[in-house]
């Protein structure tokens, strides 16, 4: 590579050196260059024209010639670049920095699975930090074409145990939630164990992601790692319709006590505490028990990071005319990992939200729904038991189940969401102790 770029170099000084000279010669020539007419040679003036067309031929001449040199040193210096071997191609700082981190789609019979891979695959910005698996149960032949579509694109695994699953005969009805617990932990396992992942985001085949779904969890990633009192990551709001929302500020992050799922991320050592008693059926409700909780929480966006289109499945569309399909679906992008996130610590949290809540005015049902659209200020409704929360959460919209005593989108039994344009929080009193199980 030194002896290529020194006869590069050369090129350039000969050519320099072959104007030096060609100066030389125009002034050394008889008469020199034209000037002024001299006293000792009257008949300069008839020679002038002459010498000046001459010259200008000469120089014309030397000029091409020069021109015709540097283009092929040109040539010459381009050429041993395009052969010198360009080292290879590093990712930068954050990105070599950041953990690969697996997007998880659990398919099995939907072809439709084609609208969220496609989405996923969209808005991903990086191949290498978010490899896509698909896991694939029930042996549907035309959803394994369509993900065979995406050739290298995804992985495509295939859950090999298809048998039907011995039930509680009361449980027969059930049998497509025992296929997809089973599923879910044959998946989580060749995440976790075969491929030795560190952290995985789960997507089931009938969500759509938003166009920040990568950037969300990317932020909130080192947040997980870092704060025992967290334990997953969720890109859904169970009372995320969209007049229940403030789209405004879409950036708004909150702790809940609630399992969302539909979206979320868990690190690798979570899946060492859950796999050993992962339960048969009904998944995500044994994820909302206060044995598997814990007293952690999750993180969940003000407005959806994903959205269901999946009105048919083992549920039968339970909750999706009434509320899932109106889940707004983010539509703006908010750089997170430009943010900081540090207000969502637990002490730090805790600190700010509870002052905000409890210092909020408040107000009775019937107030906030004859005054809506006058103050936008903040305002409390409470509730003092089961039957109370329940009440005011159906006249408000609000999903009203509750899991092992925590309601949907709650934290420390508070949920926040938006009514006619006003931020309203749904509290029990301020000497809160704790949640009760039996509320279910």
């Not at 954050?94 to 989405?119: H, N, Q, T, W």
């Not at 003000?302 to 083992?314: D, L, Y």
């Amino acid at each position: 590579m030194l002896k290529k770029t020194s006869l590069a170099l050369g090129g350039a000084a000969l050519f320099l050196a072959w104007n030096g000279l060609l100066l030389l010669f125009l002034w050394s020539r008889p008469g020199g260059l034209p000037g002024p007419q001299s006293p000792q040679n009257p008949d300069s003036s008839r020679l002038l024209p002459a010498q000046l067309l001459q010259l200008a031929q000469d120089a014309e001449a030397e000029l091409r010639l020069q021109r015709d040199l540097l283009l092929q040193i040109q040539k010459f210096s381009r050429s041993q670049r395009q052969k010198t071997p360009r080292p290879p191609q590093t990712p930068s700082a954050p990105e070599a920095e950041f953990p690969v981190i697996p997007v998880l789609v659990l398919a099995c019979d939907r072809s439709s699975v084609r609208r969220c891979l496609d989405k996923i695959l969209r808005y991903r910005p990086s191949a290498r930090r978010f490899p896509v698996i698909v896991s694939q149960d029930c042996g549907h032949a035309e959803t394994a074409r369509v993900i065979a579509s995406y050739g290298p694109a995804v992985a495509h695994i295939r859950q090999p145990d298809l048998s039907d699953i011995a039930v509680p005969p009361e449980h027969r009805k059930f049998q497509g939630y025992y296929r997809i617990s089973r599923h879910y932990r044959w998946a989580l396992g060749q995440v976790f164990r075969t491929f030795r992942y560190r952290a995985a985001i789960v997507v089931e085949d009938d969500l759509e992601v938003a166009p920040d779904f990568f950037e969300y969890f990317q932020a909130v990633f080192p947040l997980l790692q870092r704060d025992p009192s967290l334990w997953c990551v969720s890109a859904w709001n169970d009372n995320g319709k969209e007049a229940m929302v403030d789209a405004g500020h879409a950036e708004l992050l909150y702790r809940t006590d609630f399992f969302p799922g539909l979206g979320w991320l868990l690190l690798a050592e979570l899946w060492d505490e859950l796999e050993p008693k992962w339960p048969p059926a009904f998944w995500d409700d044994w994820m909302r028990q206060p044995e598997q909780r814990r007293g952690r929480s999750c993180v969940r966006p003000e407005v959806s990071r994903t959205m269901t289109f999946g009105r048919k499945g083992v549920s039968h569309g339970q909750f999706f005319d009434q509320y899932l399909k109106f889940i707004k679906l983010n539509d703006r992008f908010v750089p997170f990992t430009q943010l900081d996130l540090s207000y969502l610590k637990k002490e730090e949290y805790e600190r700010f939200f509870l002052q905000q809540v409890y210092s909020a005015p408040e107000v009775k049902i019937e107030e906030l729904q004859k005054d809506a659209g006058r103050d936008l200020g903040a305002v409390r409704l409470q509730y003092r038991g089961r039957d109370s929360f329940k009440a005011l959460a159906k006249a408000l919209g609000l999903m009203d189940d509750l899991k092992s005593g925590v309601p949907r989108a709650g934290y420390r039994g508070i949920v926040s969401f938006m009514c006619r344009g006003r931020r309203v929080f749904l509290a029990p009193p301020s000497d809160w102790t704790g949640y009760d199980p039996s509320w279910s």
